[in-house]
């Protein structure tokens, strides 16, 4: 069945540096990119490279890295069908910052993901009509976003949202509709109020935004794994042990092989599986889209550790 995503789209302009410069300092860097981005198309990458039905929702400007952006989607397999060229604005841009041990500063601006709104919905109705997930995220208006998730709980279908950029005012009205939320320990402790660090507070923190309506609170804990707390009660998965040297789209693998696996009628738990190597195999390459890992390759890793891709109809 297939996944509709429903967010952003912003070229990435990345400069890597031996370290991060602090506040007032200048530092030489030694790279620069220009790499397709915006966690929304990234998401959508990651689920369409793995071998699902992906169609993405959002907008470009009417500029080269709009025409840019739209073709690296196209070329990975993501229907774009529903992608709109706003002429009278610039295609988004993300400023990424990254350190040599891969971690990272980013500045995102809008451009014509500020600009998404209900037009964007109604474009995607047809799609909901055919598909099993909504993968939502942060990075375009808080209207459309909640617009978006109302119409997909309208047509049946399970919503999924990724709390970033982080907000610390993200409304009950919204996390009534999501039945998957998948925040980060940062995003998770800005949600809730009190720091997350470890898998006890990342326990608490997902009770706690369970009591706000939401079904499913999966807190990505990074080394550690990830925490879940569903109905039936809470799963630890434990992280792959691997040689991180990019960070950046970490996060969007994770919910790229999450929504995939569900999508395929796999269980929780093996899909929580299936993103945690996806994010794994992400993070040993470079870039947003361009790290984001095939199903041949997804499979290699599953059988060089050893584990069983169990049908998605098996017990």
Not at 71 to 90: K, W
Not at 170 to 199: H, M, R, W, Y
Not at 261 to 282: K, V
């Amino acid at each position: 069945m297939t996944i509709v995503v429903f967010g952003s789209i912003n070229m990435d302009l990345v400069a890597r540096t031996p370290r991060l410069p602090q506040s007032g300092e200048t530092i030489v860097g030694y790279d620069f990119t220009t790499i397709p981005g915006g966690k929304g198309a990234n998401q959508a990458v990651a689920a369409a490279r793995l071998g699902a039905t992906v169609e993405m929702v959002g907008r470009v400007g009417g500029d080269r890295f709009g025409k840019a952006l739209r073709e690296s989607l196209q070329a990975a397999g993501v229907g774009c069908d529903r992608i709109m060229t706003d002429s009278g604005s610039s295609s988004g841009v993300a400023l990424i910052e990254v350190e040599e041990g891969g971690e990272n500063h980013i500045i995102i601006v809008p451009g014509a993901n500020g600009r998404v709104n209900a037009e964007d919905v109604s474009r995607m109705q047809p799609d909901l009509q055919k598909a099993k997930l909504l993968l939502l995220q942060l990075e375009v208006p808080l209207d459309a976003v909640i617009a978006a998730a109302q119409s997909a709980q309208k047509a049946g279908v399970t919503v999924m949202l990724d709390p970033a950029p982080a907000s610390t005012t993200l409304p009950n009205e919204l996390l009534a509709e999501v039945d998957i939320l998948t925040p980060n320990k940062v995003e998770a402790s800005q949600l809730v109020g009190f720091s997350v660090e470890n898998l006890e507070d990342a326990e608490k923190a997902a009770i706690a935004l369970q009591k706000r309506g939401v079904r499913d609170v999966i807190i990505k804990l990074g080394g550690q794994g990830t925490l879940t707390a569903t109905p039936e009660g809470t799963i630890h998965t434990p992280a792959f042990p691997v040689q991180a040297i990019d960070t950046v789209a970490a996060g969007d693998a994770f919910n790229g092989g999450l929504a995939t696996a569900l999508s395929d009628g796999r269980s929780l738990q093996d899909a929580l599986t299936w993103g945690t190597a996806t994010a794994a195999l992400s993070v040993t390459q470079r870039g947003a889209q361009s790290s984001m890992p095939t199903q041949t390759e997804l499979h290699q890793f599953f059988n060089a550790h050893e584990l069983t891709l169990h049908r998605p109809d098996s017990k």
